[in-house]
């Protein structure tokens, strides 16, 4: 009984959830389920067809040529119900499931990508995929197969209703080897549940390893690991090869086994009935006809409904396994966002005063990463942050558009709360040019135009030109037209970082955030990317991460951070006046720096010693 319980519970939870994405489309769900029932009428039309076929033309032969046009017309007329009702319902509930996995895979990716960026960090891009496209697909068939139980439960009343009305003590007998189908039914429905659960589970991890192979694939082939990552690919398949096998052999086992049950309630009927044939009868034949006439429309009836209760298992294991796959989406959608939007949130002005970070407190895990952090930034300032790895350099700026929520203390913009901004009016005054640029696989046009759609191309050329990428770009295949490949693979690092800035300048933020923005360039790259970076900051509030601290000699405001806390702050001047974090910072930096140049001096000059020799100075 508690199964059974199970059972109902899990069907309803997985219609809670698919409700909502069926619910817009109930009316054709209407039209399906008429459909359906009346295809389930076809059956037992077969059944009630064997009556007069057995007494007009077995039993009377005379009087069955009379009507014997009514065979074929009746046989005609029967299955072309079924095939027209049962392509109707089928063709239109398959429109609607394409629509509901559309609709439901949109919500998935909505969710995704409104959830903050903690999510990221402990989930998989594989993963997430796997929940929008397999999950879903298996989840979504809960519907089509609750039409096909509706479908087949109908076909069982009418059949039964055939059956009982030609004799209804067998008939009962008959009906009381269908409960002996549940137990059996409910163990391997178990077991397609938990290889639902496992083959889901495993594709997902093939997911994330492809995508992180294909994605770092100069890696792979820096380090001449192809092998070694075929054989990983290989090995995870196989897992999932496994699991697909054993998933396979619990559902076709519900077939025969349905089949061999039926076969101990058909057997003594059939045995019961030859054997209880009254010699006398045979001497009777209007006794005689009306027993075959009852006999043959009987065991056809009798035969006909094994289908509906064969299928009617199938779909019970096959529903398991839709349920297996609501589990995991169900767990989807519970996860939250750390990062939530007031209701009474406010449109925030452009920053016109200051950005002011007031004892905040603020930790990713067990640990505090920022400890009674207070910084001031006015207007227009270029406030440079420097410190040690791990210092909580990143977490300053990453605070900033809300990426993450402090836990104590605040962070305001002209006096107002950022909490109590809405996200999006805070994130649009805030530019972000990083280390690593990250471009779409669109055209060069589309990734300078990402956040500033409304804008057209007369502003696309002028922010590329001040960020003196217009020259380059004019000279590959298709101008702005040209699609630069998923990442921006078809370009140099320091051309991907000019259209970033592009990007930011279409954007025109007031706040600035630059995630040292040269440090992996070459020289020649990061004189014209500094020129465009040059071009960005004019008249705007920047605070850049600086690792190589002679880049930022000029800053408004050196911050140095340890431990999460500000220890120094001043101009380049005077904090190398002062015998703290940040002259100590320096000269290590320039020691070996110096280093490096007079041992590349003792060999042979190349551009390293002179990219050395500039950053030593």
Same mark, same amino acid.
């Given at each position: 009984?508690?199964?059974?319980?199970?059972?109902?519970?899990?069907?309803?939870?997985?219609?809670?959830?698919?409700?909502?994405?069926?619910?817009? !489309?109930?009316?054709?769900?209407?039209?399906?389920?008429?459909?359906?029932?009346?295809?389930?009428?076809?059956?037992?039309?077969?059944?009630?067809?064997?009556?007069?076929?057995?007494?007009?033309?077995?039993?009377?032969?005379?009087?069955?040529?009379?009507?014997?046009?009514?065979?074929?017309?009746?046989?005609?007329?029967?299955?072309?119900?079924?095939?027209?009702?049962?392509?109707?319902?089928?063709?239109?509930?398959?429109?609607?499931?394409?629509?509901?996995?559309?609709?439901?895979?949109?919500?998935?990716?909505?969710?995704?990508?409104?959830?903050?960026?903690?999510?990221?960090? #402990?989930?998989?891009?594989?993963?997430?995929?796997?929940?929008?496209?397999?999950?879903?697909? #298996?989840?979504?068939?809960?519907?089509?197969?609750?039409?096909?139980?509706?479908?087949?439960?109908?076909?069982?009343?009418?059949?039964?209703?055939?059956?009982?009305?030609?004799?209804?003590?067998?008939?009962?007998?008959?009906?009381?080897?269908?409960?002996?189908?549940?137990?059996?039914?409910?163990?391997?429905?178990?077991?397609?549940?938990?290889?639902?659960?496992?083959?889901?589970?495993?594709?997902?991890?093939?997911?994330?390893?492809?995508?992180?192979?294909?994605?770092?694939?100069?890696?792979?082939?820096?380090?001449?690991?192809? &092998?070694?990552?075929?054989?990983?690919?290989?090995?995870?398949?196989?897992?999932?090869?496994?699991?697909?096998?054993?998933?396979?052999?619990?559902?076709?086992?519900?077939?025969?086994?349905?089949?061999?049950?039926?076969?101990?309630?058909?057997?003594?009927?059939? !045995?019961?009935?030859?054997?209880?044939?009254?010699?006398?009868?045979?001497?009777?034949?209007?006794?005689?006809?009306?027993?075959?006439?009852?006999?043959?429309?009987?065991?056809?009836?009798?035969?006909?409904?094994?289908?509906?209760?064969?299928?009617?298992?199938?779909?019970?294991?096959?529903?398991?396994?839709?349920?297996?796959?609501?589990?995991?989406?169900?767990?989807?959608?519970?996860?939250?966002?750390?990062?939530?939007?007031?209701?009474?949130?406010?449109?925030?002005?452009?920053?016109?005063?200051?950005?002011?970070?007031?004892?905040?407190?603020?930790?990713?895990?067990? &640990? !505090?990463?920022?400890?009674?952090?207070?910084?001031?930034?006015?207007?227009?300032?270029?406030?440079?942050?420097?410190?040690?790895?791990?210092?909580?350099?990143?977490?300053?700026?990453?605070?900033?558009?809300?990426?993450?929520?402090?836990?104590?203390?605040?962070?305001?913009?002209?006096?107002?709360?950022?909490?109590?901004?809405?996200?999006?009016?805070?994130?649009?005054?805030?530019?972000?040019?990083?280390?690593?640029?990250?471009?779409?696989?669109?055209?060069?046009?589309?990734?300078?135009?990402?956040?500033?759609?409304?804008?057209?191309?007369?502003?696309?050329?002028?922010?590329?030109?001040?960020?003196?990428?217009?020259?380059?770009?004019?000279?590959?295949?298709?101008?702005?037209?040209?699609?630069?490949?998923?990442?921006?693979?078809?370009?140099?690092?320091?051309?991907?970082?000019?259209?970033?800035?592009?990007?930011?300048?279409?954007?025109?933020?007031?706040?600035?955030?630059?995630?040292?923005?040269?440090?992996?360039?070459?020289?020649?790259?990061?004189?014209?990317?500094?020129?465009?970076?040059?071009?960005?900051? #004019?008249?705007?509030?920047?605070?850049?991460?600086?690792?190589?601290?002679?880049?930022?000699?000029?800053?408004?405001?050196?911050?140095?951070?340890?431990?999460?806390?500000?220890?120094?702050?001043?101009?380049?001047?005077?904090?190398?006046?002062?015998?703290?974090?940040?002259? #100590?910072? !320096?000269?290590?930096?320039?020691?070996?720096?110096?280093?490096?140049?007079?041992?590349?001096?003792?060999?042979?000059?190349?551009?390293?010693?002179?990219?050395?020799?500039?950053?030593?100075?």
């Amino acid at each position: 009984m508690s199964q059974n319980n199970d059972k109902v519970a899990q069907y309803k939870l997985t219609w809670q959830y698919a409700w909502p994405y069926f619910k817009p !489309y109930k009316g054709m769900l209407w039209v399906v389920l008429i459909l359906s029932v009346m295809a389930s009428a076809a059956d037992p039309g077969l059944a009630g067809l064997a009556s007069p076929f057995t007494e007009f033309f077995v039993l009377n032969p005379e009087k069955g040529r009379e009507i014997l046009w009514l065979v074929p017309v009746g046989i005609i007329v029967i299955f072309a119900w079924r095939g027209i009702f049962n392509f109707s319902s089928k063709y239109l509930l398959e429109r609607l499931c394409i629509r509901v996995v559309r609709d439901m895979q949109v919500a998935l990716y909505k969710h995704f990508m409104y959830l903050s960026l903690d999510h990221y960090e #402990r989930t998989t891009t594989g993963k997430m995929m796997s929940r929008t496209v397999n999950d879903v697909s #298996r989840m979504n068939r809960v519907v089509p197969m609750s039409i096909d139980v509706l479908h087949n439960v109908f076909t069982l009343i009418f059949l039964a209703g055939v059956c009982f009305y030609q004799d209804p003590k067998l008939s009962a007998f008959a009906i009381l080897a269908i409960p002996a189908t549940v137990y059996p039914v409910q163990r391997i429905s178990t077991a397609m549940k938990s290889y639902t659960k496992k083959g889901l589970s495993q594709v997902a991890e093939i997911n994330s390893t492809m995508q992180e192979t294909y994605s770092g694939a100069k890696v792979v082939k820096a380090f001449a690991m192809e &092998d070694r990552e075929v054989d990983k690919y290989a090995d995870e398949t196989n897992s999932l090869l496994k699991i697909n096998f054993k998933f396979a052999a619990v559902k076709h086992m519900i077939s025969p086994l349905i089949g061999f049950i039926a076969a101990f309630a058909i057997a003594p009927i059939a !045995y019961y009935l030859v054997y209880n044939i009254d010699p006398e009868l045979l001497s009777n034949d209007e006794a005689m006809r009306e027993f075959f006439t009852k006999v043959s429309s009987f065991l056809i009836a009798l035969a006909l409904m094994y289908t509906p209760v064969r299928k009617l298992g199938t779909t019970a294991g096959q529903f398991t396994a839709a349920y297996g796959a609501m589990e995991r989406i169900r767990e989807t959608f519970e996860r939250t966002s750390t990062v939530t939007e007031d209701e009474e949130a406010v449109e925030i002005p452009n920053m016109r005063e200051s950005i002011v970070y007031e004892g905040v407190n603020f930790k990713y895990d067990k &640990d !505090y990463v920022l400890r009674d952090f207070n910084l001031e930034i006015k207007a227009g300032e270029l406030v440079a942050l420097v410190g040690e790895s791990g210092s909580g350099k990143s977490t300053v700026v990453n605070l900033l558009p809300r990426f993450y929520d402090i836990q104590e203390g605040s962070i305001k913009i002209d006096g107002l709360d950022i909490r109590r901004a809405t996200l999006r009016s805070l994130r649009m005054q805030i530019g972000v040019v990083t280390q690593e640029t990250f471009l779409f696989n669109l055209t060069v046009a589309q990734n300078i135009l990402y956040g500033s759609e409304g804008k057209g191309m007369d502003h696309v050329m002028a922010a590329a030109k001040v960020a003196n990428a217009h020259d380059f770009i004019t000279q590959l295949p298709k101008g702005y037209d040209t699609v630069i490949g998923e990442r921006g693979v078809r370009l140099s690092g320091g051309e991907k970082q000019r259209l970033a800035i592009a990007r930011a300048l279409l954007k025109d933020p007031p706040i600035l955030v630059l995630d040292e923005a040269t440090s992996a360039l070459d020289t020649t790259s990061e004189r014209e990317v500094q020129k465009a970076l040059d071009s960005l900051m #004019r008249d705007r509030t920047t605070i850049a991460i600086a690792h190589r601290l002679s880049t930022i000699r000029h800053a408004d405001k050196i911050v140095v951070i340890k431990d999460g806390r500000v220890v120094e702050q001043g101009t380049h001047v005077q904090l190398m006046g002062q015998d703290g974090e940040y002259r #100590r910072l !320096y000269e290590m930096q320039f020691f070996l720096g110096k280093h490096a140049v007079d041992h590349y001096a003792d060999k042979e000059p190349d551009n390293g010693g002179l990219e050395l020799e500039e950053e030593a100075q």
